[in-house]
């Protein structure tokens, strides 16, 4: 081989070595910015999935302080409850000693308000009152800033209320040793009043 084919043989190998040594280093290129760019992207998701993860703990804590605050607000309510249940009042017939002399020796049946506190606790600024349905009227008959545990009372209607084609229907207010109003009605029925008088829930059936 003649110098100059030598010399144009390295040159080919020359210029063939120089494109390889081009297109790997392309690759290499390409392979790093792939690399980079897939790290990033796992690393971009991984830092997704944890943010997730961590809002939904904190939806996860956030519902479950909600319940824990919903089971103790249900859990007092129902111990204030209990305590209301134990507080009635209705209206009865029954004899009026005061009516012997003026009967000639006979006992008169006259009606009676009668409210009694059966709770282990007392009861603050009770009110018993009496509703006539056919005059469309409330009555109160006893008032009490307290009501102790197991006390009871009992009060004659008026003259005025005692006809007995009339009909009456009594109901309790107090508050409980929590301060929550409560009204208690003849048929059982208690429901827990807001400022305004107004039940807060549905009143519980009895």
């Not at 006992?107 to 009668?114: A, N, P, S, V």
């Not at 506190?117 to 006539?132: G, I, K, R, T």
């Not at 409330?138 to 005025?160: K, N, Y």
Request: proline share 4%; net charge negative.
């Amino acid at each position: 081989m003649s110098i100059d084919g030598l010399h144009e043989y390295v040159t080919q190998w020359h210029d063939a070595w120089s494109i390889l040594g081009a297109v790997a280093t392309t690759v290499a290129v390409i392979i790093a910015l792939w690399s980079i760019t897939h790290e990033r992207q796992a690393r971009r998701a991984a830092e997704m999935r944890a943010q997730v993860a961590e809002r939904q703990r904190e939806v996860q804590r956030v519902a479950d302080e909600t319940r824990r605050i919903g089971e103790d607000s249900r859990n007092r309510w129902h111990r204030r409850r209990d305590q209301g249940l134990r507080v009635i009042g209705w209206i009865e017939w029954q004899p009026d000693p005061t009516s012997f002399v003026s009967a000639g020796g006979a006992l008169q049946e006259r009606r009676f308000g009668r409210v009694v506190n059966l709770s282990d606790a007392p009861v603050y600024d009770m009110s018993f009152q009496v509703v006539n349905a056919e005059r469309d009227q409330t009555l109160t008959l006893a008032e009490r800033t307290v009501l102790v545990a197991g006390e009871e009372l009992s009060v004659a209607l008026p003259q005025t209320h005692q006809d007995p084609g009339e009909r009456m229907t009594a109901f309790v207010l107090f508050r409980d040793l929590q301060g929550a109003r409560w009204r208690r009605l003849e048929n059982g029925e208690l429901a827990e009043l807001d400022h305004s008088g107004q039940p807060i829930h549905d009143p519980v059936p009895v």
